[in-house]
């Protein structure tokens, strides 16, 4: 059973820092690209970072270059989002995802598997 648990989500002030982790188990996710997305009430769910496992390529969009940055450890089949400057507008909780290379990253439709969420919430 294919599965994605994050965590690291929670409570933090403006300016401070949070580094999101998903644990991947369940099927070989080497060639596979994992995505971060997050989804605030009312809104949709928005891209915010992804990686190639294999190759370890980086792929932001431009509002999220600089203070987000993605990782892996391939040993610990565990993707990463280290958040920093959060800002109030940040709060969301926060998707991680796996999908097949060759997928538009940036979009929810091509990802196969999807974790529960963690909540981020930033005071101000």
């Known amino acids: 059973q294919v599965q994605l648990v994050e965590s690291g989500g929670g409570l933090v002030q403006a300016g401070g820092s949070l580094r999101l982790s998903c644990a991947a188990s369940?099927?070989?996710?080497?060639?596979?690209?994992m995505g971060w997305f997050r989804q605030a009430p009312g809104k949709e769910r928005e891209f915010v970072a992804a990686i190639s496992w294999r190759s370890g390529s980086t792929y932001y969009p431009d509002s999220m270059k600089g203070r987000f940055t993605i990782s892996r450890d391939n040993a610990k089949n565990t993707v990463y989002l280290q958040m920093n400057s959060l800002k109030p507008e940040d709060t969301a909780v926060y998707y991680c995802?796996?999908?097949?290379?060759?997928?538009?990253?940036?979009?929810?439709?091509?990802?196969?598997?999807w974790g529960q969420g963690t909540q981020v919430t930033v005071s101000s």
């Open positions: 369940g099927r070989t996710f080497s060639s596979y690209i």
């Open positions: 995802a796996a999908g097949p290379p060759g997928l538009v990253v940036s979009t929810t439709r091509g990802y196969q598997y």
